[in-house]
């Protein structure tokens, strides 16, 4: 069959599970399957193992696999990261985070990155500066190997940690960060069956909704950065949709000053920033 024959066959199949942007799911699942672009080569021969085996992959996006996971790999600050059903798919969203940190975070800077997952955050600071120093922790196990992957495969410097938010760091950290990053699960519970089937069925839930909810997860995240900040130091965290001023009222209450929010691409408050009183 040709490219464009086998496209348009796994559009319909696609299309009929419920995937958006059928059309152009199918193109890209062929190009990385067969690395061939079906816009530009749409009379292309397809080997039979190769069509094959492009249709395991297209029968796997119509059980809504995301399409990282299937791939192994998602861009992300220009970084090329591999991902698995261990980590969260970081978002476009998520680079804000990154942005705000490279504009705060001093020359040689103590950095810290909290519920890292794939290590996306982090390794992207890794990446724009090299004279950060950088610390990463998660409390999946499983997630903090998929860090470990991609930092070593990026050749790029990392402490890792496991455990739950501030107490997974060693003590000889407590006083001297300068800056610390994360991207905490924020979705609530009550939420969890409305996200898409993408989210739902294949995401790790743990990254995506705390068990004890949102708002007393980012209490123990704000509450902690007393203790853990030198300073003067910045804490920042990405919050949900409609949770920001809940989010910066209560990096007010835990002491935090020059507390502010900035608005993702979409208009949406997502980065929310707060300085430890000298």
Known sequence: ??????????????????????????????????????????????????????????ERRARREPYAYITGRREFFGLSLEVDRHVLIPRPETELLVERALALAPRGAMTCDLCTGSGAVALALAAQRPDLQLTATDISGEALSVAERNARRLGLRLRLFAGDLWAALPASDRGTLDLCTCNPPYVDAADWLGLDPEVRSWEPRQALVPPEGWGCFLHRLVAGAAEWLKPGGWLLAEVGVGQALAAGDLFVRNGLTEVRSHHDLAGIPRVIEGRRVR
Request: proline share 7%.
């Open 1 to 58: 069959m040709t490219s464009m024959e086998l496209v348009a066959d796994a559009a319909d199949r696609l299309a009929a599970a419920g995937v958006p942007a059928a059309g152009r799911e199918a193109r890209l699942l062929l190009r990385a399957v067969a690395s061939v672009d079906a816009r530009l080569h749409p009379l292309a021969e397809i080997p039979p193992e190769v069509a094959g085996a492009y249709a395991a992959v297209v």
